[in-house]
């Protein structure tokens, strides 16, 4: 089974531990609020995993529906939700074939979530993608937005696709649906570089945890894309 899906399955737990140390600007969340407001807006997140999205922007929304294929990953969202101000609501799905009516939202939100599927579907990946964009548009209202975050790279000093099929991916965003794109840090910061090891090893691998020894990094460099439009 691949990497990842394996952590989504069975490693909820530490991988909401490892996003809470990510981003410890809020870059995300100021840039996010730059492009488009959120203020009593209906949100959909797809891919939503431990709930990173709906944590930021619970309280400004109107509504929150998170979506994910992952059964753990919602169960650790939902004690998030559960102890929120305003609580968000969860649905287990496929961003292939969303469970909502056409127009149902202003704001569609993907966070590193569609990427997946580049190395999941090798033969069959333009496809795939290209119907989650259009189920995307299709329950997004008129003049609402579509934003997709992905990976610039992990542990590195300048952004870029981490893999070529990243990068094949990248461009299909940007030049088959004319999404536009802005770069920002997403840095995660650790209280001391044994514990910046621990808590990223299970999920970027043996490479991130040697550059972190090597460079004493107690902040681990990151860079994250957004991809948006308007439709």
């Not at 939902?78 to 149902?104: C, E, I, N």
């Not at 999920?203 to 990151?222: A, C, K, M, Q």
Request: aromatic letters at 12%.
């Amino acid at each position: 089974m691949d990497h990842f899906k394996i952590i989504y399955r069975t490693q909820a737990q530490a991988y909401d531990e490892l996003i809470q140390a990510e981003d410890f600007e809020g870059n995300l969340e100021r840039e996010l609020s730059k492009l488009v407001s959120f203020e009593n807006k209906r949100i959909l997140d797809l891919g939503t995993g431990t709930g990173r999205i709906p944590l930021l922007f619970h309280h400004k929304a109107k509504s929150i529906i998170g979506l994910d294929f992952y059964r753990a990953m919602l169960q650790r969202n939902r004690s998030h939700s559960s102890t929120a101000t305003k609580p968000w609501f969860l649905v287990q799905g496929d961003m292939l074939y969303l469970p909502m009516a056409d127009d149902s939202v202003e704001i569609t939100i993907a966070a590193w979530a569609v990427g997946h599927l580049r190395s999941w579907y090798l033969t069959d990946w333009e496809k795939r993608i290209d119907s989650i964009v259009k189920e995307m548009d299709r329950v997004t209202v008129n003049g609402g937005y579509l934003i997709v975050i992905e990976t610039m790279g992990t542990g590195c000093q300048s952004p870029a696709p981490p893999t070529s099929e990243l990068a094949d991916y990248y461009q299909r965003l940007a030049k088959l649906w004319y999404f536009r794109k802005i770069i920002i840090r997403t840095d995660y910061v650790f209280e001391n570089l044994t514990k910046a090891v621990q808590k990223t090893k299970f999920f970027f691998g043996d490479e991130l945890s040697d550059r972190i020894r090597e460079n004493h990094w107690t902040t681990v460099p990151e860079w994250t894309g957004i991809w948006w439009k308007q439709v």
